[in-house]
C-alpha cells in the first residue's frame, strides 16, 4: 500500500461514521458534519489547539477551518478576530454551524480557496494553515472534495499560501504553518527560499490522540 493509498483510506474511513458527529472540546459544543474531514481521523486539531500562541487581542486569519478548531477555541479565548474559510462549502457551513450554537460572534466564515475571497486590503496577526502536506505528483487528479484537505499535488497548493500569503501579514505578524514530520521538507524549504522568508520551528510534538509527530512553524517576511 502506497502513502497516497493510506492517506485515501484515512479519507475513507472519515467519511464511515455516522453523522453529525458531536466533539466537545474546552466548554465548546461542536457538531461534525458528513462530507467534512472527520476529527477522529485527523486529530492535528487538537495538538496545534494546544500548542498556537497567546491569540489575546489577536487579528487571525485560518485557512482550511474543516468543522471550526482550532479557529472558534482561539476566537473565544480572546482573539480580537477571526476570519475562517475553506474551499468546501460543506466545512464552511459546519463552522458557521458551530460558531452560532456557541455565540461565537468574532468570526467571519467564508469560502475561499486559500487567500481568493479575502479582502486584498486585509492585515492579520496570525495566519494559521494545518495544511494538506500529503505529496502526490504534479498531474494528481482529485478523486473528490475531501482530497484537497490531506494531498497537495507537487505542492502547489503551499506554493501559493507561501508565495501569496506574507502581503497579508501584520507588519509584526507571522504565518503559523502546520507542517507533520514525515513530509517533504526539502521541498517546503525550497519554497520558503524561493519567496525569501525566514522560517523557525515554533513547536513540534505528539498528541495522546494520534501517532503523527506534529511541527508548527512561524514564517515570517526577511527583514
Given at each position: 500500500m502506497t502513502d497516497l493509498d493510506k492517506v485515501r483510506l484515512r479519507l475513507q474511513r472519515s467519511q464511515d461514521q455516522e453523522f453529525p458527529?458531536?466533539?466537545?472540546?474546552s466548554g465548546l459544543e461542536l457538531t461534525v458534519n458528513e462530507g467534512v474531514?472527520?476529527?477522529?481521523?485527523?486529530?492535528?486539531w487538537r495538538?496545534?489547539?494546544e500548542n498556537f500562541?497567546?491569540?489575546?487581542?489577536?487579528r487571525i486569519l485560518e485557512i482550511g477551518?474543516?468543522?471550526?478548531?482550532?479557529?472558534?477555541?482561539?476566537?473565544?479565548?480572546?482573539?480580537?478576530?477571526?476570519?475562517?474559510?475553506?474551499?468546501?462549502?460543506k466545512a464552511v457551513e459546519n463552522t458557521l454551524e458551530n460558531a452560532v450554537r456557541n455565540n461565537i460572534k468574532n468570526v467571519d466564515v467564508i469560502e475561499s480557496d486559500i487567500f481568493s475571497n479575502i479582502p486584498p486590503q486585509s492585515e492579520f496577526d496570525f495566519i494559521f494553515w494545518n495544511c494538506p502536506s500529503d505529496f502526490?505528483?504534479?498531474?494528481?487528479?482529485?478523486?473528490?472534495?475531501?482530497e484537497p484537505g490531506a494531498i497537495d499535488p507537487g505542492y502547489k497548493l503551499?506554493?501559493?499560501?507561501l508565495s501569496e500569503g506574507p502581503k497579508f501579514l501584520r507588519p509584526s505578524g507571522s504565518i503559523l504553518l502546520g507542517f507533520p514530520c514525515g513530509q517533504r521538507d526539502d521541498l517546503l524549504w525550497e519554497i520558503i527560499t524561493a519567496n525569501d522568508l525566514v522560517c523557525e520551528l515554533f513547536r513540534s510534538g505528539t498528541h495522546s490522540h494520534s501517532s503523527f509527530n506534529y511541527r508548527m512553524f512561524s514564517i515570517r517576511r526577511s527583514s
Amino acid at each position: 500500500m502506497t502513502d497516497l493509498d493510506k492517506v485515501r483510506l484515512r479519507l475513507q474511513r472519515s467519511q464511515d461514521q455516522e453523522f453529525p458527529l458531536r466533539v466537545d472540546y474546552s466548554g465548546l459544543e461542536l457538531t461534525v458534519n458528513e462530507g467534512v474531514l472527520s476529527p477522529h481521523e485527523f486529530t492535528g486539531w487538537r495538538w496545534y489547539t494546544e500548542n498556537f500562541p497567546p491569540v489575546a487581542g489577536k487579528r487571525i486569519l485560518e485557512i482550511g477551518c474543516g468543522f471550526g478548531l482550532p479557529g472558534l477555541y482561539l476566537a473565544k479565548l480572546g482573539a480580537a478576530s477571526l476570519v475562517a474559510c475553506d474551499v468546501n462549502p460543506k466545512a464552511v457551513e459546519n463552522t458557521l454551524e458551530n460558531a452560532v450554537r456557541n455565540n461565537i460572534k468574532n468570526v467571519d466564515v467564508i469560502e475561499s480557496d486559500i487567500f481568493s475571497n479575502i479582502p486584498p486590503q486585509s492585515e492579520f496577526d496570525f495566519i494559521f494553515w494545518n495544511c494538506p502536506s500529503d505529496f502526490a505528483p504534479s498531474d494528481y487528479q482529485y478523486r473528490d472534495d475531501l482530497e484537497p484537505g490531506a494531498i497537495d499535488p507537487g505542492y502547489k497548493l503551499l506554493r501559493r499560501f507561501l508565495s501569496e500569503g506574507p502581503k497579508f501579514l501584520r507588519p509584526s505578524g507571522s504565518i503559523l504553518l502546520g507542517f507533520p514530520c514525515g513530509q517533504r521538507d526539502d521541498l517546503l524549504w525550497e519554497i520558503i527560499t524561493a519567496n525569501d522568508l525566514v522560517c523557525e520551528l515554533f513547536r513540534s510534538g505528539t498528541h495522546s490522540h494520534s501517532s503523527f509527530n506534529y511541527r508548527m512553524f512561524s514564517i515570517r517576511r526577511s527583514s
